[in-house]
């Protein structure tokens, strides 16, 4: 165990120390893909309205980052990504029985509502018309990586190179599209709903990868009990019910 | 790796340039005139030390942004759009410099003794040629140390140029977002290469720097 991971573990007991015993057994920590921002925090209150004394405590960033937080020690019980490769690489990490598909989503290309292009499939991107297009980093943006994968499976790497204006989770690629900063920007659908006043949809993104998000207990949990009962009301009809009210599909 | 590199001591220079002739100047005006409102102008010329850069980031996005307030102008005008561009981190470096270099100018030119300033004028020196022959040689100690402070915050200007340049690799992806990226990625050893190169630099900086300020005695 490096210093700092010993010297963050000796803070973090000694604040539970302080807090007491009640305070860790309700508490709960969820890193959540950027895109489930609007869903989970639904989710997050109808969980803590059928569990009485819990408390959720989310936190909202793209899949790579949030990996890199748990990797570096983070205390987090419940680990949500927007595509299985992130949760891939985070395989020593989670409690592998707890892990589950939970949701689907689709890839759409949108655009700023004043927009007065009409692209209809990739190919239209290439056009010079289109100067400034949007997506996540694909490093460590899970919505950046299907589309580079659309795109290659397209051939317009190379046309659309010099074109991308990466954004460092789905929702600011959003907020670009919804600023006119970028002519076009790839998100998943569920985001363009939130945005259904300053965006529109030119078009579903087929994906060579299906859009899937699995959940997963982090096997470092202080609070594993109150983990697994959270993926359990994800993946319950309570949950999937609010999911698909935001816009989000069976996985 | 030195891509980044190049791509910041690029824009800290042009904002150290850029916030020296506009500090240099407003704290030589504001340090011999008096007018109402005074007060004013050096607390906003002081604010962006104080903000947030992410605040600082944000009133530049209302004013260059593709529907800012100049950006629609210069957008649909003369077809510039400064966001995700070098140029617009070139702006938001200059920004987040300017009040180093302007209390730093504007301390030294209060220093200097008004009656150097009376003799020359008495000898018949025009007020330009005050400035260059008088002021200017006599405060270059405050100045520089200002121009140094300067060029350290354009190297380390994170927030502002974030959200006005982006981080696009090899076009606006500076030094300190390279290694911003590299943790999030868990790439630890570009993260750690990127922040040796970046320490080194701003310690051969300092070195030169204070060698060249002690040789002025």
Known sequence: MTLSTRLRGTVLAATLAFAGAAVQAQELVVSAAASLTNAFQAVGQAFEQSQPGAKVIFNFAASGPLLAQIQQGAPVDVFASADQETMNKAAGLIAAPTRADFAANTLVLILPLASTQAPKALGDLANASIQRISTGTPATVPVGRYTMEAVEKAGLTAA?????????????????????????????????????????????????????????????????????????????????DILQRFGFSKP | MLIPLWLTLKVALLATLIAGLAGIGLAWWLSRSQFPGKGVLDAILVLPMVLPPTVIGYYLIVLIGRNGVLGRYLHDGLGINLMFTWQGAVIAASVVSLPLVYKGARAAFEEVDARFANAARTLGAGEFELFIRIALPLAIRGIAAGLMLAFARAMGEFGATLMIAGNLPGKTQTLSIAVYEAVQAGDDARALWLTLIISLVCMIVLVVSGRLLQAKH
């Open chain 1, 160 to 240: 659309l190179q010099p074109k991308w204006i990466f954004g460092e989770s789905v929702r600011q690629v959003l907020n670009y599209v919804a600023r006119g900063e970028v002519d076009a920007g790839f998100v998943y659908r569920t985001d363009a709903m939130i945005e259904r006043d300053k965006t529109r949809i030119a078009f579903t993104v087929p994906t060579t990868t299906p859009v899937t998000y699995p959940i997963a207990q982090v096997a470092a949990s202080r609070n594993p009990a109150l983990a697994k009962d959270f993926i359990a009301f994800v993946r319950g009809p309570s949950g999937q």
